[in-house]
């Protein structure tokens, strides 16, 4: 079981690159989830919540997985230093 609090796994996620698309119903920011968690949390593969997101170290890894996914366009975003109210940014990595 993989169980960190949500400050330690958004530590874990800055400085690493996430796969990232658009939901089609809405708009809002899509994030691929990362398998450890995915028994835990859903049986879906997209989070709106950066925690759950897989981070990558490399952005090519990064790369790799956003170009075999078929639909919705995803890109490759960097995760970002969060700040004291858990908020995070997100920069467009690819």
Known sequence: ???????ERMEELVGQF???????????LLFYI???LRGTITSKWWSIFVEN????????DAIKLAKSLKYNNPNV???VDP???HDYDIK???
Request: no cysteine; aromatic share 14%; hydrophobic share 35%.
């Open 83 to 85: 700040n004291y109210d």
């Open 34 to 36: 990362d398998k450890k």
């Open 77 to 79: 975003y960097k995760v």
């Open 53 to 60: 997101a897989k981070g990558f170290a490399s952005l090519e």
């Open 92 to 94: 467009r990595a690819f």
């Open 1 to 7: 079981m993989y169980e960190l609090s949500i400050d």
């Open 18 to 28: 996430v796969v990232v698309t658009k939901s089609r119903k809405d708009g809002q």
